[in-house]
Every structure is written in C-alpha cells, then in structure tokens.
C-alpha cells in the first residue's frame, strides 16, 4: 500500500489494473477516440499529462484538506483542479497545434470529465500514496490509458476493411474488442508479485 | 403554470418517455458508461448506482433549473460541476449511512457519479433552458432509462456469473458459474450483445417503415 | 473599432454577476454539504463500530463483549476509551463472565488482485489462531474468493500455531504456505488448488502480522485481563 516499491506501481498501474480494462475508467474518450492511430495516440499523450497534473495537485490538495479537517471537500476540489488542468491543456495545445486542436476537436474538454484522471485522484488518495508513489502511480495510469487506445485503435484500424455486419458496426463491436483485450490482460495478474 | 390542454399534456408526458427509451442514455446516446459497466456486476450494485444517479440527475437539474437566470454563460460550466459534485458528495454519505456494505460495493464510483456525461449533459441541454417542472420530468426520465439499461446489464451479469439474483439463488447446484461474467470482460461483451439488440430492433422497425412508405 | 450596425453586440455580464453566481452557489453548496455530513456522521460511526465488533465476535468465538486496545511508545498496550482514532490498535474479546477469550488484530497485504484485509482471533490459552474473517477483498470472484467460502481452507484457522519461543520473544515456527493437501504442521497453512496466489497472500499475510503482534500481545497479557 504506502510502502509499495515504485516499479509496482507502475506495472500495476498500466498493466495489471489497467485503468480502461480492468476500471472501466475512462470509457467514453475510449470509445470515442479510438477509430484513428493518430488521434488515439495524441489523446493518450494528453490524457497522461493531465493525469500527472492532476495527480500532484490532488496530493497537494487531500493533505490540505486533511490539515483542515474539511474531508468533504475532497470531490468538489479535486473536480475543480481536473477542470483547470484541461483548460491549460486545451489552451497550450491550440497554441502549439492547431490542426492537433481541431483533431481532437470536443474531446479535448471532455477529458474533464474522463472518469479515469478523477478516478486516478480517488484511487490514489484512498491508497494513501506519497507524492513520488502518486506520479509513478500517474505515470502508470496514464500510459496504461494510451496503450489500451493505441491497441484499439489499431485493430479498429484494421477491421475498417473487414466485412462486418451493419448490426454490430459501431459501438458493439468496439465492446466486444474491449472485452477480448480485458481478457488479454488478465494475463497480467501476479506479475506484481 | 399554465392550463395543460392535451396537447401540452402529451408533450409533457413525452420528456419523461424519451429517457427510457428513445433517447435512452446508455443504449442510445452511449453516456455514462464508466459506471455501467463498472458496478453492474450484480443486479443489487445497478440498482443502488442507478438510484443514486438518479437522485443527482434530478437534483441537480432542479436547482440549475431555478438558477438559471442568475447563472452567466461564461461560468456555467463551472456552476454546473459544482452543483452536482456537491449532490453526489451528500449522495456518497447517505449511502455510507444506509449501508457501509453496499458503499463499499460500488467503492470510487459514487463519487465517480460527477463525471457521468449524461448529468453535465442534460444540465446544459436541458435544465438550463427550462421550466423546473420540465427539468424534473426531464432527470426522472433519464435516470430511469438509466438505471434500466443499468439493471439490464446487472441481472444478466449475475444471472450468468453468479447464478443468482438479487442475491437469490436461482439454479442451486446444477449451474456452473460463468465467471467471466463479473469480471470486466463480462461487463464489456453483456453491453456489446445489448446494443446488438437494440441495434437489431431499431433496424428492423426501420426497414418495416421503408417497406411501408414504398407501399404506399 | 469601426461599428458592426448589423450585429447586435451581447451585453457581456458583469465580473459581479459572475462572482456572485459562483460565490453564491459556492457558499449554498457548501452548507449543504457540511449539513448533511453532521447529519450522516453519528450514524456512520455506529454502523462502522458494529461492523467491527460483528466481526471481531466472530473471530473470538463466544466473545460477547470487546474493548479496544492501542500499542504505544512502549510496546504496552493502553486502553482506550470512547473514541478510537487511529494508530495501532488491536481488540480485546470477553465473554459472559468478563473472562478473557483473545485478541482480534488487523491485518492486510497484497492478493492477487489488490489488497486483502482481514482480522484474525488471537487465543492465549491454546496459543494460536483461532478465526479468521477477510475484512477487504477484490480477489477474482469464483477463484479468490474462495478463501472466504472454502471449508477445507477456513479449517486451518481453527487453530493455527503461533506459539512463541521460551524467551517469548519471537514466534517458534513461523506461519507458512504449503501446497493444497501437504499440511502436517500445526503452523501451516493448506493452500487452495486454482486460488494459489490468493491463498499464499493470506499466509504471508498471517505471517507478517503475527510475528509482530503476538510476542508484544503477549507480554500485556494480564492488561488484557484487568479491562474484563
């Protein structure tokens, strides 16, 4: 728990509990996002950066809280740092690339409300985490995030030029390919030790 | 308020129906889907999640409702979060005084109730734009089309994964559990074969209505 | 800037109006908020304190009533009365004559999945563990769960030897994991077959705990005794 090795943290983290396919945090971008390589993986890249924000923050914040005895505020603070970090993101990302902005397009605010990173706050605060433990734990969750979309994507990718039948076209089929790779990863398990 | 005449009446009536199916929050619009497929893994879980999101959607819409003049465009959002963070924040304290073990249960994901789209979403599509009457309407309709679509997934996930319901044991001995359904994989492919339901009925009723407008 | 006389310009809000919506709903928020976390408090405790004494009852078998204990600086065990507010604590359990049946410790550490919690029965007389109750887990249902429900496995805790070395100051033959079936110490624990990770996790769970916990629960037993 507190005293767990950093390395721990991170497999655990990306792999073993990862957050969209063992969590089931962070689907709707999940879904969303995951149609083009290129989409998924500049999202993944956002998604890991406001993770890391939010994460240190979040510390910051609980150890506040706890210092002044208001637990109850935890939520609406935490929700309140997520929502900042995104709008510095979005403003540093259509000042830096305005074609990546426009790929992104509502996603981008929508990462505000991406259960994962306020998931990610919850999670680490419930473990009770030291800051270093709290970005590797970040760290972890975000690029476990960025590799469940790049896999989707790709084999999204691909089956783009398989017949599929219009019943499971969209949606469903993204499931159960989420389903398939949940599976997968369960082979994770123990790697922890 | 206004006299209802029937015409009003009907449309009244109407945004309550179109959360449960028509505009159906998870088997339509997609949202929410972080705690759909994350506490649905017993019929009790889906359930309690769908009610206590219930219980936010329509306070929150009540209130943002009544504020919406006071409100500006330029902090609405802001406002909007706030609110319902601060119903699910009493939400999570009442469920940890009804019952610890079902608090436990659904664990993070209450609090993860903020972040459910569908409230955001309806506060700006809707609250924020009507009546608190229609509002209400409005949140009772969507929650309950939620927690639906919610129960649909929990009772077939346990059915399957644990051969029980509503912690009722169905089948005794003669059934092997299929585990697979409580775990996360389970959750993703229950939801994948309900829209393929859904999917097959809308395209059906789709086709019966072209064949129709070509016969006439 | 040269005027647009066809598009109406929108009044843009004044910082007041936004501050006092924002402020405004802040500050109703927030009582709401405390309100209902005064309200919800008392009855939140005394469902947490049943729930720990339901569970330490039925780690201590015939325990009809309980106090709790907290180690400090030196290694004594205190009293403590009332509100219980962290630190190391463990509960002591009685029966109908006062008389003292054991000592309920907690104790957690990594499963297969995430963290297991569970609180073991401590007995003085026979010297060794005799219940267990997993407070916390997210074990795989079905597999890890079964150190919950599996009969065979829940029979190594009916009395499971913690007995201490003659100077009292370590336990003699430390809790160990062993494959399903091999059990022939009273010190080890019969794994479960399909659950290996699970069940291992409870032993070394057991393991760590006790080798701190009993040497020192030992020394306070008449402390423990008194608070009958």
Redesign the interface.
């Known amino acids: 728990m507190a005293g767990d090795p950093l390395w721990s943290i991170f497999v655990n983290a990306c792999l073993i509990n990862n957050f969209v396919l063992a969590y089931f945090l962070g689907i709707c971008p999940f879904l969303g996002v995951s149609a083009k390589l290129e989409t998924a993986t500049r999202m993944g890249g956002a998604v890991t950066f406001v993770m890391l924000v939010s994460s240190m923050c979040a510390f910051g914040i609980n150890a506040l809280l706890l210092t002044i005895d208001a637990p109850y505020l935890k939520l609406i603070s935490f929700i309140a740092v997520i929502a900042s970090t995104v709008q510095l993101v979005e403003m540093f990302i259509k000042k830096v690339s305005p074609a990546l902005f426009r790929a992104l397009g509502i996603f981008l605010p929508l990462i505000t409300t991406n259960c994962a990173i306020l998931g990610l706050a919850l999670f680490q605060t419930n473990k009770g985490y030291g800051f270093l433990q709290c970005v590797v734990y970040a760290l972890g969750a975000g690029v476990g995030f960025t590799l469940a979309l790049i896999l989707m994507a790709g084999l999204r990718e691909k089956l783009e030029l398989a017949a599929v039948p219009d019943v499971v076209k969209g949606t469903a089929l993204t499931l159960m390919l989420a389903g398939l790779l949940s599976i997968a990863f369960m082979g994770f398990a123990g790697l922890g030790g | 308020m206004p006299a209802f005449d029937s015409t009003r009446d009907k449309r009244t009536t109407d945004e309550f129906v179109k959360g449960l199916w028509k505009e159906n929050p998870v088997f339509v619009q ?2 929410g ?3 759909v ?2 506490v649905s ?1 017993t019929a009790r879980n889906a359930l309690a999640m769908g009610l206590a999101t219930l219980f936010v959607l329509v306070m929150s819409n009540i209130v943002i409702s009544s ?1 919406r003049r ?6 609405r ?3 909007y ?3 319902i ?2 119903f ?3 939400t ?3 469920i ?2 009804i ?2 073990d079902l608090h ?1 249960a659904l664990g ?1 994901f209450i ?2 109730i ?4 569908l409230i ?1 979403g309806r506060a700006e599509a809707f609250a924020s734009k009507n009546t608190v009457g229609r509002s209400i309407l409005d949140g009772l309709g969507m929650g309950v089309g939620f927690t639906f679509a919610l129960l649909c997934l929990g009772a077939v996930r346990e059915i399957f ?2 051969g029980t319901l509503f912690g009722v044991e169905l089948f005794h001995d003669r059934f092997q ?1 299929w ?2 359904m ?8 229950t ?2 074969g309900w ?2 339901v859904f ?2 009925f809308k ?1 059906r009723k789709a086709r019966a209505r072209s064949l129709r407008e070509e016969a006439a | 800037m040269s005027q647009l006389p066809l598009v109406a310009q929108a009044p843009r809000p004044s910082t007041w109006h936004m501050y006092r919506a924002m402020v405004g709903i802040g500050i109703l928020c927030g009582l709401l908020i405390v309100v209902v976390f005064e309200l919800t408090r008392p009855v939140i405790e005394r469902n947490k304190a049943e729930a720990l004494q339901r569970a330490i009852f039925q780690v201590l078998p015939d325990a009809r009533s309980s106090q709790t204990f907290r180690l400090d600086g030196d290694d004594r065990f205190e009293l403590l009365q009332g509100k219980t507010d962290g630190g190391p604590m463990v509960y002591a359990g009685y029966d109908e004559q006062q008389r003292l049946i054991g000592i309920a410790v907690e104790a957690q550490g990594m499963g297969y999945q995430d963290v297991i919690r569970v609180l073991y029965g401590y007995s003085f007389e026979k010297d060794a563990i005799i219940g267990i109750r997993v407070l916390e887990s997210k074990e795989t249902p079905g597999l890890g769960t079964k150190i919950e429900t599996d009969p065979d496995f829940l029979k190594n805790f009916e009395r499971l030897d913690v007995s201490l070395t003659d100077d009292l100051s370590r336990i003699a033959n430390p809790i160990g994991f062993v494959k399903p079936g091999k059990k022939e110490q009273p010190w080890q624990v019969d794994g479960i077959t399909g659950a290996t990770i699970s069940s291992t996790a409870i032993a070394n769970i057991l393991s760590a705990s006790t080798s701190y916990w009993i040497p020192r629960i030992r020394q306070s037993l008449d402390d423990f005794r008194k608070a009958g």
């Open positions: 997609v949202l889907m972080c705690p497929l994350a893994n504020l006071f409100i500006p465009k330029q902090v959002i802001a406002t979060i706030l609110v963070a601060t699910v924040t009493i999570e304290y009442v940890q005084a019952s610890l436990k993070a609090s993860l903020v972040v459910n789209c955001l994964g644990s559990d585990v697979m409580i775990l996360p994989a389970g959750g993703f492919f939801l994948a829209l393929l999917n097959w395209e």
